[in-house]
């Protein structure tokens, strides 16, 4: 008797995810866990269901829109990484008589200019090196998505005299 209640202890669901677990696996992938992990933590909270015919090509059927979707996103960053290219954005800053900036100029001085002038790109995808200090001329890296690069000129001219 007690040899059978061992047994069923270790039985293993196959259950198909339902969002992404850490150290189990990804959103749709089918995975063999304990009955009682399945039971008690993964069904309840809504983690997992059950890997039926029905289930998989309802995921395989999202799996795919996701991934033309995906695609479609990717033509429309290099779109953009293309008309941002032969754009040079000109942001005006206080300095001394050496060219040196009283402040400094960031990733995000340079994502709101951009904005500005219609190009949606976020502060954390302009790539400084460090903060610009000093008037000049600067090639900045601007990365959209992994697969997406492109440079910008950033001009850091003196800001106009207010009389």
Do not use: F
Not at 4 to 29: C, N
Not at 115 to 130: I, N, P, S, T
Request: charged residues 25%; positive net charge; contains cysteine.
């Amino acid at each position: 008797m007690q040899n059978t209640q061992q047994h069923s202890s270790r039985r293993s669901v196959e259950l198909m995810l339902t969002e992404d677990i850490p150290a189990l696996g990804k959103q749709g992938e089918i995975v063999n866990v304990r009955a009682g992990y399945a039971r008690n933590y993964l069904l309840p909270q809504g983690l997992a269901t059950v890997a039926s015919e029905h289930n998989k090509r309802m995921v395989e059927k999202h799996r795919v829109k996701l991934a033309e979707l995906a695609k479609l996103r990717l033509q429309e960053l290099k779109k953009l990484a293309d008309t941002v290219s032969k754009y040079s954005v000109t942001i005006e800053a206080h300095a001394n008589e050496e060219g040196h900036l009283y402040g400094s100029i960031g990733a995000a001085d340079i994502s709101k200019s951009l904005r500005g002038a219609g190009y949606d790109v976020a502060a954390d995808c302009v790539r400084l090196e460090g903060p610009l200090k000093e008037l000049a001329m600067y090639t900045v890296k601007i990365v959209l998505h992994p697969e997406v690069e492109t440079d910008i000129k950033v001009w850091v001219v003196p800001a106009a005299a207010r009389t």
